[in-house]
């Protein structure tokens, strides 16, 4: 059975004020190699969840540098995920930046790239201007307005749902008077 979760936004922050500008062995690092904008990214939702979707080709996972799911490391591939998932893991959706927190996503969009970078936001300055943690281009407290792009997004993670397993149900023993059933 899936539950919900709160997405823990102030872990997602402090993981990227961490890692924005090192590298977590865990990982390998995709700098030079299409970036690692949005495998760094998706770690700090992994800080903030702790759930992963192991949903071959649609889900959103990281094992090992041959065994990870495209949403891990793929720009379109996260927005995808995050916006679409009915599964385990972090769920969420497109927001104004009026209604994004820190440890939600932002994703940049050039005219002759497409939607190339993802950034995390974990703050924002006296102005409301957002600040962001990246890699690729390691950035950290790095403002978003000193980046040059056509379009943005927001994606407000909303929450994380994981799957429990099935307690079984007590309703019917309890409303026949037959037994009180335990759930551990």
Request: overall charge negative; some cysteine.
């Amino acid at each position: 059975m899936l539950v919900t979760k709160t997405y823990l936004r102030e872990r997602a922050v402090t993981y990227a004020r961490k890692w924005a500008l090192s590298r977590n062995p865990l990982f390998v690092d995709y700098t030079g190699r299409g970036g690692n904008c949005t495998n760094f990214v998706s770690q700090c939702i992994y800080a903030g969840s702790c759930t992963m979707n192991y949903t071959p080709v649609y889900g959103w996972y990281y094992l090992t540098e041959a065994n990870r799911s495209a949403s891990w490391t793929g720009v379109e591939f996260l927005y995808n995920f995050l916006t679409t998932n009915m599964g385990p893991g972090p769920f969420g959706r497109e927001v104004p930046l009026e209604e994004a927190q820190p440890g939600d996503v932002i994703q940049l969009y050039r005219e002759d790239e497409g939607w190339y970078h993802s950034l995390l936001l974990i703050g924002f300055d006296e102005d409301g201007g957002a600040l962001v943690a990246a890699q690729s281009n390691d950035a950290l407290d790095r403002p978003l307005s000193s980046y040059t792009y056509d379009q943005d997004r927001f994606i407000h993670i909303a929450g994380v749902r994981l799957t429990v397993p099935d307690i079984g149900d007590c309703y019917e023993s309890l409303l026949d008077g037959v037994a009180i059933i335990p759930n551990d």
